[in-house]
């Protein structure tokens, strides 16, 4: 039975949504915070459903041999180690739309709240102090409120506060002008939106181009008696910097929704007067956790029962409806790459895919990786089908995909090239009844189905051949299940499909390389 550990506090509806497609729970919403008991409990789990608390280091994806997918529920991945994932080939996905909406809407009401002081007067008032002259605020109406990074978050709140009647302008290098018109939003450099606006919202991701994009130099060059809300993630912002700048009135306020340690308690900024905290509640509402409760569970379920990809950042993305097209061709992709990189000789320099009728209207990507990973298997013990292409970009191996609309004998072919210093070998092979059968390798058609076991052999196309080999394999009491021959003539190069039902010794494979006729006797593994 499948297995998923949700290892943070996540909506009921996703245990009731993975078990309802018998996928067995462990629920243990405090693990998250403690790694050594994660370490423990991730031993024997498929999948893994989180929200921030969990930090999916490299020591917690090795230590969990099983996982195949983790599953954020929310946005930032910030707190999962993704390369170390994608080499251990576990699929890492996110809910991206689930909680923008409420996030957009904290920050919101963060600039509200740092604009009007409204926590520090509720504090005072229920203090009996009634100090009406002391939380004197500032209006939004005809503001300038400059957002850093306007995607999905960034637009909601431009939307808001346009109808807020405050005039947006934004800094992101991935927002193209049309879709910044679009919006009505102004794109602008980082230093001029510094300087023009009266309010900064940060809603980028944290990586290393974002890490303290409010910098100490950046807060120098700021509008004096701006306000800065941060509703993202706190290593955008350099908090000691923050702290001189709130405290010498250069910034008049600031909301900040996260921190660069969390949880974060009894961080000096809080002593300030003019800041405005909340302990990363941006996503938490009742209407955005159930988004992302649903979200992730179904990405999970679909994933670990069918296959299917969404809203995966390490790999290109699957419907369920394609997935059980996709499932036996990649099946066929890694059997004909398994038989190609076993049967090379040399470093790879290039592998290629050839999509023949039906299945070249098939999304090609989950297909190559198939083929990709199993083709470098025997050079590259660490790839898998997640991190296939991108381990061969590194090293130089280039991957390309063909596609003909027609087949001539089947329905549907993959043909697969493997390149080397050394030489081209390729393979061809359509499903037959859904199973991968081999149909051509090279010029010779020959057809064979895969067993566990097998052995490939190129010969002189002479008599007697097939009686010496089956002698020495009978010599070794090794069975012959299936022998599949082809030959482009009479008289020349042969080649030879065997399915063995034992394993081959190095002996009995010496014995074969040793006949006479024989050009190449080598083992397959499938
Ligand atoms: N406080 C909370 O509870 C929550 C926080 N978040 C955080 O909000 C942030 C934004 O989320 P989304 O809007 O959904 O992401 P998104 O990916 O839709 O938008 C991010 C935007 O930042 C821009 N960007 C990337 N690098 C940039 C750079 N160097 N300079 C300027 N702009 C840059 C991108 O082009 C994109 O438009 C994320 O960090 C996410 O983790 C999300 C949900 C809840
Ligand atoms: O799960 C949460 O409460 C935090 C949400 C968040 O930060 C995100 O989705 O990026």
Same mark, same amino acid.
């Given at each position: 039975?499948?297995?998923?550990?949700?290892?943070?506090?996540?909506?009921?509806?996703?245990?009731?949504?993975?078990?309802?497609?018998?996928?067995?729970?462990?629920?243990?919403?405090?693990?998250?915070?403690?790694?050594?008991?994660?370490?423990?409990?991730?031993?024997?789990?498929?999948?893994?459903?989180?929200?921030?608390?969990?930090?999916?280091?490299?020591?917690?994806?090795?230590?969990?041999?099983?996982?195949?997918?983790?599953?954020?529920?929310?946005?930032?991945?910030?707190?999962?180690?993704?390369?170390?994932?994608?080499?251990?080939?576990?699929?890492?996905?996110?809910?991206?739309?689930?909680?923008?909406?409420?996030?957009?809407?904290?920050?919101?009401?963060?600039?509200?709240?740092?604009?009007?002081?409204?926590?520090?007067?509720?504090?005072?008032?229920?203090?009996?102090?009634?100090?009406?002259?002391?939380?004197?605020?500032?209006?939004?109406?005809?503001?300038?409120?400059?957002?850093?990074?306007?995607?999905?978050?960034?637009?909601?709140?431009?939307?808001?506060?346009?109808?807020?009647?405050?005039?947006? @302008?934004?800094?992101?290098?991935?927002?193209?002008?049309?879709?910044?018109?679009?919006?009505?939003?102004?794109?602008?450099?980082?230093?001029?939106?510094?300087?023009?606006?009266?309010?900064?919202?940060?809603?980028?991701?944290?990586?290393?181009?974002?890490?303290?994009? @409010?910098?100490?130099?950046?807060?120098?060059?700021?509008?004096?008696?701006?306000?800065?809300?941060?509703?993202?993630?706190?290593?955008?912002?350099?908090?000691?910097?923050?702290?001189?700048?709130?405290?010498?009135?250069?910034?008049?306020?600031?909301?900040?929704?996260?921190?660069?340690?969390?949880?974060?308690?009894?961080?000096?900024?809080?002593?300030?007067?003019?800041?405005?905290?909340?302990?990363?509640?941006?996503?938490?509402?009742?209407?955005?956790?159930?988004?992302?409760?649903?979200?992730?569970?179904?990405?999970?379920?679909?994933?670990?029962?069918?296959?299917?990809?969404?809203?995966?950042?390490?790999?290109?993305?699957?419907?369920?409806?394609?997935?059980?097209?996709?499932?036996?061709?990649?099946?066929?992709?890694?059997?004909?790459?398994?038989?190609?990189?076993?049967?090379?000789?040399?470093?790879?320099?290039?592998?290629?895919?050839?999509?023949?009728?039906?299945?070249?209207?098939?999304?090609?990507?989950?297909?190559?990786?198939?083929?990709?990973?199993?083709?470098?298997?025997?050079?590259?013990?660490?790839?898998?089908?997640?991190?296939?292409?991108?381990?061969?970009?590194?090293?130089?191996?280039?991957?390309?995909?063909?596609?003909?609309?027609?087949?001539?004998?089947?329905?549907?072919?993959?043909?697969?090239?493997?390149?080397?210093?050394?030489?081209?070998?390729?393979?061809?092979?359509?499903?037959?009844?859904?199973?991968?059968?081999?149909?051509?390798?090279?010029?010779?058609?020959?057809?064979?189905?895969?067993?566990?076991?097998?052995?490939?052999?190129?010969?002189?196309?002479?008599?007697?051949?097939?009686?010496?080999?089956?002698?020495?394999?009978?010599?070794?009491?090794?069975?012959?299940?299936?022998?599949?021959?082809?030959?482009?003539?009479?008289?020349?190069?042969?080649?030879?499909?065997?399915?063995?039902?034992?394993?081959?010794?190095?002996?009995?494979?010496?014995?074969?390389?040793?006949?006479?006729?024989?050009?190449?006797?080598?083992?397959?593994?499938?």
């Amino acid at each position: 039975m499948v297995k998923v550990l949700i290892s943070d506090k996540l909506g009921d509806d996703a245990v009731r949504i993975l078990e309802a497609r018998k996928i067995e729970v462990v629920f243990n919403p405090d693990l998250g915070k403690d790694p050594a008991a994660l370490k423990e409990a991730l031993q024997d789990v498929d999948g893994l459903a989180i929200r921030s608390a969990t930090k999916m280091t490299a020591e917690l994806i090795e230590a969990a041999p099983k996982l195949k997918v983790i599953g954020r529920a929310g946005i930032g991945v910030d707190n999962i180690d993704i390369d170390a994932a994608t080499a251990a080939g576990i699929a890492v996905m996110n809910t991206p739309f689930g909680n923008a909406v409420t996030t957009a809407e904290h920050a919101i009401a963060m600039m509200f709240a740092v604009a009007r002081k409204i926590p520090q007067a509720d504090a005072s008032t229920k203090q009996s102090k009634w100090e009406k002259s002391k939380f004197m605020g500032r209006e939004l109406f005809g503001k300038t409120l400059g957002l850093i990074g306007a995607g999905n978050i960034g637009g909601i709140v431009a939307s808001r506060a346009q109808g807020l009647r405050m005039k947006v @302008i934004a800094f992101d290098p991935f927002l193209s002008e049309e879709k910044a018109n679009d919006m009505g939003v102004e794109l602008v450099s980082l230093n001029e939106l510094l300087q023009r606006a009266d309010f900064i919202s940060l809603h980028t991701p944290l990586n290393d181009k974002t890490r303290n994009i @409010i910098s100490r130099e950046a807060l120098e060059v700021i509008r004096p008696g701006a306000f800065i809300i941060n509703c993202a993630r706190g290593g955008l912002i350099d908090e000691d910097a923050l702290a001189e700048a709130l405290d010498d009135g250069r910034v008049a306020g600031a909301a900040l929704d996260v921190f660069a340690e969390e949880p974060a308690k009894n961080h000096p900024i809080f002593e300030r007067e003019n800041v405005v905290v909340t302990p990363h509640l941006g996503a938490s509402t009742r209407e955005a956790q159930e988004n992302v409760a649903v979200q992730i569970a179904e990405q999970i379920a679909d994933y670990l029962l069918t296959g299917a990809v969404q809203n995966a950042l390490n790999m290109p993305s699957v419907t369920a409806d394609e997935a059980p097209k996709l499932k036996p061709f990649i099946n066929l992709g890694e059997k004909l790459g398994s038989l190609a990189g076993q049967l090379v000789d040399g470093a790879i320099t290039g592998i290629s895919v050839r999509f023949a009728g039906h299945v070249s209207e098939l999304k090609a990507g989950p297909i190559v990786s198939g083929v990709v990973s199993s083709a470098l298997k025997p050079q590259l013990a660490t790839v898998n089908a997640v991190n296939a292409t991108s381990l061969a970009k590194d090293r130089g191996i280039s991957i390309t995909e063909e596609k003909t609309e027609t087949s001539p004998n089947f329905g549907s072919t993959l043909t697969v090239k493997v390149e080397t210093a050394n030489g081209a070998f390729s393979v061809t092979g359509a499903l037959f009844g859904g199973e991968p059968r081999i149909v051509r390798i090279g010029d010779v058609r020959l057809e064979a189905s895969l067993a566990p076991n097998m052995l490939f052999v190129i010969n002189e196309d002479k008599p007697g051949f097939i009686g010496a080999l089956g002698d020495v394999l009978s010599d070794a009491k090794v069975n012959i299940a299936t022998f599949n021959l082809g030959r482009q003539e009479a008289g020349g190069e042969a080649m030879a499909l065997i399915a063995l039902d034992q394993e081959l010794s190095d002996d009995t494979l010496r014995a074969i390389n040793a006949l006479p006729q024989i050009k190449r006797a080598a083992p397959l593994k499938f």
